[in-house]
């Protein structure tokens, strides 16, 4: 059976800013975001909130570590006008990703395993082809060329450049790299690393850092989603026809 906080303890919005740290402010503008649900107000246009606004709040800061601020504010909203389906779909989804995100990790280490050795000048390719293989635009080879992660030559007769099998290598790691969520002067370093000692050994604490990152996240996930439960375990039923 349904609890409904709606009847427990009036609170005031900063009895809810104190306990998580937050400020006032930040109450009234996760209740303007939708993340809360709307305030009730007092006769002189104060606002009131119940323990189901508190319970509100702890779902959203729980979600935000494992979904992010952008996905956590969704699925609080989408629950907050009970289109459960749409939260529980927008969850479905980060988890997906996370999913997708430990598979790039897989196959970062198995393309790190294969590197050598490195077929000296055979497979030379352009931007357009090596653009399309990797599903991003020619500019972001540009951009990652002018960052010093690839270093293609140029052709003496066209000007345009030319991608060794070797580099061929080093932007498949960059791009895996960068779906992992490294900043491209953090992959820098490390693609100049491998392409001088001819190695791996400088990308094993890089892949460690991101076991535990991809980790985190998934505590974060259970976390978020127990906290969540509980929210829409002491919500109101919603009305007939309303969304689920």
Wanted: glycine residues 8%; hydrophobic residues 40%.
């Amino acid at each position: 059976m349904r609890r409904n906080p709606q009847d427990g303890d009036r609170l005031r919005p900063v009895d809810l800013a104190r306990r998580h740290g937050l400020s006032t402010q930040a109450i009234r503008n996760y209740e303007a975001a939708g993340v809360l649900p709307v305030a009730e107000r007092t006769l002189h246009g104060y606002r009131t909130y119940t323990p189901l606004h508190a319970s509100a709040l702890k779902a959203f800061l729980a979600l935000v570590p494992g979904h992010g601020h952008a996905t956590a504010t969704s699925i609080m909203r989408a629950v907050n006008r009970d289109a459960t389906g749409e939260a529980l779909r927008l969850i479905d989804e980060s988890h997906a990703q996370l999913l997708d995100d430990r598979r790039t990790l897989q196959a970062v280490e198995a393309a790190l395993r294969d590197l050598e050795p490195v077929p000296p000048e055979r497979g030379d390719t352009f931007v357009g082809p090596l653009s399309r293989r990797l599903g991003i635009r020619p500019a972001t080879l540009r951009k990652w060329e002018r960052a010093g992660v690839v270093q293609p030559r140029r052709d003496p007769r066209t000007g345009y450049r030319v991608y060794t099998a070797a580099d061929v290598r080093d932007t498949l790691l960059v791009h895996q790299l960068r779906r992992g969520g490294h900043l491209l002067e953090q992959i820098a370093p490390l693609i100049a690393q491998v392409r001088s000692a001819g190695g791996v050994a400088p990308l094993e604490s890089t892949l460690r850092d991101w076991h535990a990152r991809l980790a985190a996240r998934s505590r974060a996930m259970l976390t978020g989603a127990a906290a969540l439960d509980a929210y829409l375990d002491c919500r109101p039923a919603p009305a007939d026809g309303a969304a689920g």
